[in-house]
């Protein structure tokens, strides 16, 4: 009965495109993609099955439903492998058979099982083209979003416009009595620009406090202060005034300080020169914690603290000069390079200080908030971010994007 079985199989996978019929002890005795089954060779993988046939799971050559590739289709057709039928005409192309719009140029969409003219969306067309109404269109100045339009403008109702609200990129100079809005609102900031050189040191921002949308190349981004507490030292950040005590260790320099900038010419806006580790601070050693201090154009100056022990019984050293009493190390002072006198950072709200209201333009004298003379209206100035970037935070401008310069937005 088992070789009847085994013969009535042999027949069947015969007829089923496989000619794995040979009788076998192991799958060494069969050939390759076959493997040993109760003494005969059944199929194990797809190579044991003629062209046009596949192996099941019960190890026979059978038929495959429909073609997988091209290559299973003849003559001028090609395969939709949704359906695993051979549509006719090339694939690609107007006026051919399709199963699904991908088969379908740029420009195309299948439409009852063929290529026709038209577009769902714009990802239907060819790079720069709009999808209008059912149609590619490649007019000048049609868009889908921003990212069609050039930099500064906007899509509005699928055209690019320029957007005339603000300033954008424009050199400023910071806000004075006589000059109290340089980028011509009150909301519209004078931004350091930190990510070039040559243009305009500070560049002016345009409001975006509201929600409103930046244009093509800007993003809106918030606008950070330090505090208005002067400083030179961390410890005027993090000791109480009185807690200071004054430096009392002199020192001299071989000559004036004169701060020069990387390309050896004078730094103008330079204020003194900070030589770490002069010998006459750390004693008489070249090297260590202690800097000695001066001011432009002096050679005399005053030495820094490198640890506790350089201060007096009960003084800490905090940042270069001796501290008594409690420290609040979340605040820094933050000075440009080769100066000596910077802002603090903040620690809480409070350290941000509260606005006043300008009589004169009924608007928040830091944060240009419209506001009402002499009610104390103007909202509270939150403290944000981290470290030595840790500042007040006055409003929200739209500023160039990340990896672009003004002068690349700007550019005609």
């Not at 910077?342 to 004298?365: I, K, P, Q, V, Y």
């Not at 240009?368 to 104390?376: H, K, L, Q, Y």
């Amino acid at each position: 009965m088992r070789r009847f079985l085994g013969l009535a199989l042999a027949s069947f996978l015969a007829a089923c495109g496989s000619n794995a019929t040979d009788q076998c002890v192991s799958d060494d005795d069969c050939s390759p993609g076959n493997r040993c089954v109760d003494s005969l060779c059944l199929c194990a993988t797809d190579q044991a099955c003629e062209a046009g046939f596949e192996c099941n799971s019960a190890g026979a050559c059978q038929r495959r439903p429909g073609c997988q590739t091209n290559a299973d289709c003849e003559g001028d057709t090609f395969c939709d492998i949704g359906s695993g039928q051979c549509l006719s005409g090339q694939a690609l192309s107007l006026a051919s058979s399709c199963g699904l719009a991908s088969h379908c140029p740029p420009g195309a969409i299948c439409q009852s099982g063929q290529c026709v003219e038209g577009c769902i969306d714009t990802g239907d067309c060819i790079l720069g083209e709009v999808c209008v109404e059912g149609a590619c269109s490649d007019g000048f100045g049609l868009c889908e979003d921003d990212s069609f339009c050039r930099f500064g403008q906007r899509c509005l109702d699928g055209s690019c416009e320029d957007d005339l609200r603000g300033p954008y990129c424009r050199g400023c100079s910071v806000r004075t009595g006589m000059n109290p809005d340089p980028c011509s609102g009150p909301q519209n900031f004078c931004l350091i620009n930190n990510r070039e050189l040559g243009g305009a040191t500070s560049i002016c921002g345009v409001n975006c406090a509201g929600g409103e949308a930046c244009p093509n190349g800007y993003f809106c981004s918030g606008v950070v202060v330090l505090t208005q507490s002067q400083c030179s030292t961390n410890a005027q950040c993090q000791c109480l005034p009185g807690n200071i005590l004054p430096r009392d260790r002199r020192c001299t320099l071989p000559e004036p300080c004169r701060p020069t900038l990387p390309d050896g010419s004078p730094d103008p806006n330079a204020t003194g020169c900070v030589v770490q580790g002069f010998a006459q601070c750390n004693g008489g050693v070249a090297g260590g914690g202690a800097a000695c201090v001066a001011v432009t154009g002096a050679s005399d100056g005053f030495c820094t603290c490198a640890d506790d022990s350089q201060c007096p019984d009960g003084a800490s050293c905090v940042g270069g000069d001796c501290c008594t009493g409690p420290v609040d190390e979340s605040r820094q002072c933050v000075a440009g390079e080769s100066q000596l006198q910077g802002f603090c950072t903040c620690n809480t709200d409070d350290d941000c200080g509260r606005d006043t209201c300008r009589g004169a333009s009924s608007t928040c004298a830091i944060t240009g908030v419209p506001c009402t003379p002499g009610a104390d209206d103007c909202p509270p100035i939150n403290c944000v971010g981290d470290g030595a970037n840790r500042g007040c935070r006055i409003g929200f401008n739209c500023a160039p994007e990340p990896g672009l310069t003004c002068s690349e937005l700007t550019a005609p």
